[in-house]
């Protein structure tokens, strides 16, 4: 079966990582960065995979859907989500119109 590329999309983010904070969230956008706290630690790889899951579970996708294209062992990071709805892409660009 096709998939119906109308029905979903590609987002290209510049996502800001705070590891170690006292819970897992999205703040928002900041200039150009989506900001988001996650619980685990910078180390193996820990923070980078709990920032997919925090990601992959606001925009209702896989977290095999979401790939740190560079950044990989920096606060800053560009990914890319893969098959997001266009719903829930909606979504995250209210969180950027309302917090900054």
Same mark, same amino acid.
Do not use: C
């Given at each position: ?26 703040? =928002? ?5 989506? &900001? *988001? %706290? !996650? #619980?685990?630690? @910078? ?27 560079? =950044? ?5 990071? &560009? *990914? %890319? !989500? #893969?098959?997001? @709805? ?15």
């Amino acid at each position: 079966m096709k998939k119906d590329h109308r029905q979903s999309s590609e987002k290209i983010l510049n996502v800001w990582v705070q590891p170690r904070a006292s819970r897992n969230e999205i703040l =928002g956008f900041q200039d150009e960065y989506l &900001r *988001i %706290r !996650v #619980m685990a630690p @910078p180390k193996e790889g820990e923070a980078n995979h709990l920032l997919r899951e925090v990601l992959a579970e606001a925009l209702g996708v896989s977290v095999s859907r979401v790939e740190i294209l560079s =950044g990989h062992k920096a606060r800053h990071k &560009r *990914i %890319r !989500v #893969m098959d997001v @709805p266009p719903s829930n892409l909606e979504k995250l660009e209210k969180i950027q119109r309302t917090k900054h």
